[in-house]
């Protein structure tokens, strides 16, 4: 049962442009939703994260959307260049008091921006 | 700055043999986390330590075996391989005691293949 999911396997945009990467997920538990990037053969670069008691986070040409009544994220790219060529897994982590908490990763997407 | 170590970064095994993966975290990081990612697959959580306890299990097969060490390097042991080990393998830190313990920095990984 896939609890964190991202619909769309791929996605190509125009360099410059705006890139959004969507993510849906079924445990309203989740507290934290995390956007990670990720090269072959590299591990998962930590990109932006938000928690679930805010609807916005931004860092710079990153922006993250959270929506929990429809329990879906966004990720935001402006604008988008070559170099954000890459997969993007969209994850969340569920806080059961303890210490750690194990991300659930969505499939990922792959993202081509052309120049 | 420094990142997660992994080593080796690649290993190749035969069937029912042993192998060990060796994960170093960030300096300062007190949690540690390993996943594994099955080729075409999402990330899938292992198990976790904190302060050299174990904290949370996943779905690790009782052939495989971790633990952390007094300078929170940790060691993930596997044992009577099998051609479905075949995987990459990371390993995942985070300091609990900042308060983002969600935001986990991965290595770039062990890729294993059993034959």
């Known amino acids: 049962d896939q609890q964190v999911k991202q619909n769309s396997p791929s996605l190509s945009v125009q360099e410059g442009r705006i890139s959004i990467l969507n993510c849906d997920y079924t445990?309203?538990?989740?507290?934290?939703f995390l956007w990670y990037k990720k090269y072959p053969a590299e591990g998962p670069t930590f990109l932006i994260s938000?928690?679930?008691?805010?609807d916005k986070n931004e860092d710079g040409r990153f922006t993250v959307f959270l929506n929990k009544s429809a329990k879906h994220l966004s990720l935001h790219i402006v604008p988008s260049q070559p170099g954000d060529s890459a997969v993007y897994f969209c994850?969340?982590?569920?806080?059961?008091?303890?210490?750690?908490?194990?991300?659930?990763f969505g499939t990922g997407t792959l993202l081509a921006v052309q120049p | 700055a420094a990142g997660v170590i992994q080593s080796p970064r690649h290993l190749i095994k035969e069937k029912r043999e042993t192998a060990t993966l060796k994960c170093y975290p960030i300096?300062?990081?007190?949690?540690v986390y390993w996943y594994q990612q099955g080729p075409g697959q999402d990330p899938q959580f292992l198990i976790s330590?904190?302060?050299?306890?174990?904290?949370d299990k996943g779905s690790i097969p009782d052939r495989f075996s971790a633990q952390q060490f007094s300078d929170y390097h940790s060691e993930l042991n596997m044992s009577s391989l099998e051609l479905g080990d075949s995987a990459l393998y990371f390993c995942?830190?985070?300091?609990?005691?900042?308060?983002?313990?969600?935001?986990?920095?991965f290595g770039p990984g062990t890729r294993l293949t059993v034959l």
């Open positions: 938000i928690s679930s008691i805010k």
């Open positions: 995942a830190s985070s300091f609990y005691s900042s308060g983002l313990s969600n935001e986990q920095f």
């Open positions: 330590f904190y302060e050299k306890m174990q904290s």
């Open positions: 445990n309203s538990m989740f507290d934290y």
């Open positions: 994850a969340a982590s569920l806080n059961y008091g303890g210490a750690t908490n194990k991300l659930i």
């Open positions: 300096p300062r990081h007190d949690t």
